[in-house]
C-alpha cells in the first residue's frame, strides 16, 4: 500500500499562486505516473497535470501555462505550481500514483480562489 499525503491548499486571491505538494511513502522513481487531479461537489474528478517517469508531462487545456508539474526524487514529492488562479480553480486537488498498474490516491487538498 502506497501512501500519499498532499499539502500546500488554501485561500488564495484572484491572479495569486499556490505551489501543492504530494509525499508518496514509495520512492516516486518506482512510480509509472504521477497525476494532480481536482473535483468540485457535483462533477467528476477531473485530471489537472501529470508527469510520466521519463518526465514527459500532460496538461489539461483549461491550464492554459499556469500550472507547472514536477517531481523531486530526494524528496519523494510530486508538486504542482500553480500560477494566476482563477475562482474556477476552486476545487479539492488530489495526488495520484499509477504505480505498476494500481492506482493510489491521496486525501485531498482544497483549493479556494476567491476575492
Known amino acids: 500500500q502506497i501512501q500519499l499525503v498532499e499539502s500546500g491548499g488554501g485561500l488564495v486571491q484572484p491572479g495569486g499562486s499556490l505551489r501543492l505538494t504530494c509525499a508518496s511513502s514509495?520512492?516516486?522513481?518506482?512510480?509509472?505516473?504521477m497525476s494532480w487531479y481536482r473535483q468540485v461537489p457535483g462533477k467528476q474528478r477531473e485530471l489537472v497535470a501529470g508527469?510520466?517517469?521519463?518526465?514527459?508531462?500532460t496538461y489539461a487545456d483549461f491550464v492554459e501555462g499556469r500550472f507547472t508539474i514536477s517531481t523531486d526524487n530526494a524528496k519523494n514529492t510530486v508538486s504542482l505550481q500553480m500560477n494566476n488562479l482563477k475562482p474556477e480553480d476552486t476545487a479539492a486537488y488530489y495526488c495520484?500514483?499509477?504505480?505498476?498498474?494500481?492506482?493510489?490516491w491521496g486525501q485531498g487538498t482544497q483549493v479556494t480562489v476567491s476575492s
Open positions: 495520484r500514483v499509477n504505480h505498476a498498474g494500481q492506482l493510489f
Open positions: 508527469i510520466l517517469h521519463d518526465g514527459e508531462t
Open positions: 514509495l520512492g516516486i522513481f518506482s512510480h509509472y505516473q
